[in-house]
Structures are given as C-alpha cells and as structure tokens.
C-alpha cells in the first residue's frame, strides 16, 4: 500500500524546490534591526523572517504603542515558535546596545533606526544628529567591541540616504557622486555614512551602506509627502476632507517601492565583500507629477484640492533626486519591481480603504480625531 501511494506522491516541481532552498536562506541566522516599528523596519522584519532568520528589534519606550506596522508578525512571547523578538532600547544608549550584541549574538545588524523626517530636522537638529550621527557610532563601536571581545564576524547595514546628494552635483546620482547635505538630517547621514566606510576599512569589518532613493508604501509614515497626499486623496474622495495643503510642488524625486528595497538590504549583507550602493528606479517625477497622478486614480483632479503652504518649505531644498542604480543590477541583479505609477495606485487604495473605514465610524456618531495641527 505504502509503495502504491508513495509513487503516486507527485514530484515537487523545480519553482517549489528553489522556494524550499530559498526559505532555507536564513534558518539559524538571527538579524538585530533598529528602527524596527518604522516603514522599512516592518518590511524587512517580514523578509528575514520568510527566509528563517530569527528577528530582534530594537523598540522604543512610549507612553502609546509604537508596533502597529509589526503587530501581525509578532506572536505572544508565551507562545512556542515566535520568530520576531523584541527589546526596549534607543540608539542614544550605547550600553543597551552593547549588551544586546552580547545577548542576541547577530550576525547581521541593520541600522535602520532614525529621525528620518527632513524638514523635523531643521526644528531638532541636535536630536537628529545625535540619533542618525551619533548613534549609527555607537552602534559600530558596540560591534567592534563585540567582535573583538567573541571573534565573531558581524555583517553590517547602514540606513544611508540619497539626501546626502542635496544640491546634486552629478545627474544621475552614483556611488561616486561627491556629497552635498542640504539639511541636518542629510549632514548627520553624511557621518554615519562616512563611519561606516572607515569602520570596513580601518577595522575590516562587513559593513555596507545602501543609498536609498526616496521609498514608499502604504505604510510610509503620514508627514512624508506621498502619504500625506494619498491620505488626502481617501478622505477628500469619502468626504472627511476638503483640501490638502502642501510646500513646493517643484521638487523631482526617484520614488520606489519599500518593499522592493529591503530585498536589496538584505542582498548587501550576502556579499562576500562589503560594498555601498545605489537603490534607485532611474526615474524621477516632481511632487505635482505624484498629486496628479494619486488623484486621478480616484477619478479627482488635484487641482480642485491642492494648496499651498508656505509652512511646508525647507530652509534648504534638494530640487532633484535621481537615481543610478547599475552598479546594484550589475553586481547583485537588483532591479525594482513596482514602478512610481503602481506605487501611487497601491497606496490610494490602501488609503481610499482607510477612509471607508473612518467614514463608517463618523456615520456611526463616533468623533474622528484632527491630526492636522501635527503634519510636516
Ligand atoms: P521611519 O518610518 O521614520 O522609521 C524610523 C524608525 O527609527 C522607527 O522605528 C523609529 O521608532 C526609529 N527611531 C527613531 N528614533 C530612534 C531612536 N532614538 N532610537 C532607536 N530607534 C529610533 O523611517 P523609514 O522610512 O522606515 O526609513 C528607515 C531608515 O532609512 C531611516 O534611517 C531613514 O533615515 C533611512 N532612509 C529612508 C528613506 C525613505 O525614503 N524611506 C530613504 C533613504 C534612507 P518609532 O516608531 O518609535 O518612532
Ligand atoms: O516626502 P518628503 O518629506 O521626503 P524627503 O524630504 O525627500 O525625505 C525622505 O526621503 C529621503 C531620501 O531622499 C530620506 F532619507 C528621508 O528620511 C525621507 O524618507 O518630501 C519630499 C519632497 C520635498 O521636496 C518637500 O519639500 O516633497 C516636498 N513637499 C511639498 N509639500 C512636502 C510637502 N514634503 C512634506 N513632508 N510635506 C509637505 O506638505
């Protein structure tokens, strides 16, 4: 009987044998990430764990939660079998960081964490600094430290940003192109971009920086101007909104899917030799170009609902953002996969969904709360 039904067992076909091998990539690995509860946090959170890879996050303490982005990947700590594990701790606090390499025993750490809104930077710059500066420091020192103290090789990400190019002085941007920071924020990203480069080549440790073109997603944080304007469109559409006001309109950016992105992250780390690149689509489309088109998906046109605000422009600009990414295609056969056009389209519906929901909730007598006085 065994025999009969063993030969009529049908063969796995050679999609599903790659698929196992694939879901084997990370089984005994385990990932630290900072800035864990954050859009790429939550992303690549949800890769490593398809791989196998056991996750700690770093979260921090806050009066309200902070996990809603990882909320459907984490399990019960009471419950057998969890993948994501989670700690209290801040990249200003270097001892919490110390004593979580010496705990988690990553071999690979993703510093994800930051103050990552550009124009918040101008109001706090020395937070910014020393969180995106100051703590992407402390973190490589905690892993110096680490492997030094064990002989255990770490691989390490550093969260770098195509607003280290500013007032571009090369387009496209590539790994060459020099820098030119337009804000705190893109200044503090400078130095960890730099210490990290001097920390592969002063102590020849695995780590990478990926400079990462603007990158979005439904779950893109609300003040970033994708969001705010795709939010804007789900509520004008279900009429809890009458208009949105935004800054300058002019401005080009290279926008991806996050999604698309963390996928590279992870590519970097697999690499025999460190090495910084550039994630990017090739294309860039101005902010108007965006609101135009997240719109007219939902059959509106942007010009009845944008306005302007002179309270969303930045002291220092950066006009236009593009992106090379051939040296990712060339050397790790990155390409992205969703275009801006698809992008836009993913997060109105999601936001349009959104706003159904609210809708319900107000046609129900329930009060919405007013976050207006809060965007940037
Ligand atoms: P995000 O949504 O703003 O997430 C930032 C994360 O950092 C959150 O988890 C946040 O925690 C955490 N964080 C903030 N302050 C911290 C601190 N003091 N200690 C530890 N963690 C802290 O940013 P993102 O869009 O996912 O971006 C991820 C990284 O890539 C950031 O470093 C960003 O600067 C960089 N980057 C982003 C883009 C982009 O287009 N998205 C492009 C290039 C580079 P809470 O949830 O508690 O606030
Ligand atoms: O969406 P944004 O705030 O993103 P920004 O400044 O490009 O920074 C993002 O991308 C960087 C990568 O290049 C990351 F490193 C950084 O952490 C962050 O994720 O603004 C995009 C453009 C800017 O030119 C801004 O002036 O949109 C313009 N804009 C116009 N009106 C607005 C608004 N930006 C915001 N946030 N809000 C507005 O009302």
Same mark, same amino acid.
């Given at each position: 009987?065994?025999k009969?039904?063993?030969?009529?067992?049908? +063969?796995?076909?050679?999609?599903?044998? #790659? @698929?196992? %091998?694939?879901?084997?990539?990370?089984?005994?690995?385990?990932?630290?990430?900072?800035g864990?509860?954050?859009?790429?946090?939550?992303?690549?959170?949800?890769f490593?764990?398809? *791989?196998?890879?056991?996750?700690?996050?770093?979260?921090?303490? &806050?009066?309200?939660?902070?996990?809603? $982005?990882?909320?459907?990947?984490?399990?019960?700590?009471?419950?057998?079998?969890?993948?994501?594990?989670?700690?209290?701790?801040?990249l200003?606090? &270097?001892?919490? /960081?110390? @004593?979580?390499?010496?705990?988690?025993?990553?071999?690979?750490?993703?510093?994800?964490? +930051? #103050?990552?809104?550009?124009?918040?930077? =101008?109001?706090?710059?020395?937070?910014?600094?020393?969180?995106?500066?100051?703590?992407?420091l @402390?973190?490589?020192?905690?892993? $110096?430290?680490?492997q030094?103290?064990?002989?255990?090789?770490?691989?390490?990400?550093? +969260?770098?940003?195509?607003e280290?190019?500013?007032?571009? /002085?090369?387009?496209? #941007?590539?790994?060459?192109?020099?820098?030119?920071?337009?804000?705190?924020?893109?200044?503090? *990203?400078?130095?960890?971009?730099?210490?990290?480069?001097?920390?592969?080549?002063?102590?020849?440790?695995?780590?990478?920086?990926?400079?990462? =073109?603007?990158?979005?997603?439904?779950? $893109?944080?609300?003040? =970033?101007?994708?969001?705010?304007?795709?939010?804007?469109?789900?509520?004008?559409?279900?009429?809890?909104?009458?208009?949105?006001?935004?800054?300058? %309109?002019?401005? *080009?950016?290279?926008?991806?899917?996050a999604?698309?992105?963390?996928?590279?992250?992870?590519?970097?780390l697999?690499?025999?030799?460190?090495? !910084?690149?550039?994630?990017?689509?090739?294309?860039?489309?101005?902010?108007?170009?965006? +609101?135009e088109?997240?719109?007219?998906?939902?059959?509106?046109?942007?010009? @009845?609902?944008?306005?302007?605000?002179?309270?969303? /422009?930045?002291?220092?600009?950066? !006009? /236009?953002? %593009?992106?090379?990414?051939?040296?990712?295609? *060339?050397?790790?056969?990155?390409?992205?996969?969703?275009?801006?056009?698809?992008?836009?389209?993913?997060?109105?519906?999601?936001?349009l969904?959104?706003a159904?929901?609210?809708?319900?909730?107000?046609?129900?007598?329930?009060?919405?709360?007013?976050?207006?006085?809060?965007?940037?």
């Amino acid at each position: 009987m065994a025999k009969k039904s063993a030969s009529k067992a049908k +063969a796995p076909t050679r999609e599903e044998v #790659q @698929k196992k %091998l694939k879901a084997r990539d990370g089984v005994g690995k385990r990932a630290l990430i900072t800035g864990i509860t954050g859009q790429d946090g939550s992303y690549l959170a949800e890769f490593l764990i398809s *791989k196998g890879y056991e996750v700690h996050g770093i979260v921090r303490r &806050s009066s309200s939660f902070n996990t809603g $982005r990882i909320d459907h990947i984490y399990l019960d700590p009471h419950v057998k079998g969890g993948k994501l594990k989670l700690h209290y701790g801040d990249l200003c606090d &270097s001892n919490v /960081l110390g @004593k979580l390499m010496r705990t988690v025993h990553p071999q690979e750490v993703y510093n994800l964490g +930051a #103050q990552s809104h550009v124009r918040v930077s =101008f109001d706090m710059p020395v937070f910014t600094a020393d969180i995106v500066a100051m703590g992407a420091l @402390k973190l490589l020192e905690a892993i $110096r430290e680490y492997q030094t103290e064990t002989g255990k090789q770490v691989r390490y990400y550093q +969260a770098s940003s195509s607003e280290q190019y500013g007032k571009v /002085l090369e387009v496209p #941007q590539k790994e060459t192109t020099p820098f030119y920071p337009r804000s705190p924020y893109a200044c503090a *990203k400078v130095m960890a971009h730099w210490a990290t480069v001097n920390y592969r080549e002063s102590y020849n440790m695995h780590a990478s920086c990926g400079i990462l =073109f603007n990158h979005e997603s439904p779950r $893109r944080g609300e003040t =970033f101007v994708t969001r705010k304007i795709t939010r804007a469109v789900g509520r004008i559409k279900m009429g809890l909104q009458d208009k949105v006001f935004l800054g300058n %309109l002019d401005s *080009k950016r290279d926008w991806g899917f996050a999604g698309d992105y963390v996928k590279m992250m992870w590519m970097m780390l697999q690499q025999d030799e460190a090495d !910084d690149y550039v994630v990017a689509t090739g294309r860039t489309i101005t902010v108007r170009k965006f +609101a135009e088109m997240a719109f007219e998906h939902a059959g509106l046109n942007f010009k @009845k609902y944008v306005e302007f605000d002179p309270r969303y /422009l930045r002291p220092a600009e950066v !006009d /236009l953002l %593009l992106g090379d990414p051939a040296k990712a295609k *060339k050397k790790l056969g990155w390409v992205p996969e969703t275009s801006v056009e698809e992008l836009a389209a993913m997060m109105v519906e999601h936001d349009l969904e959104l706003a159904r929901r609210e809708k319900t909730l107000r046609d129900a007598g329930h009060k919405l709360p007013d976050s207006s006085g809060h965007d940037q």
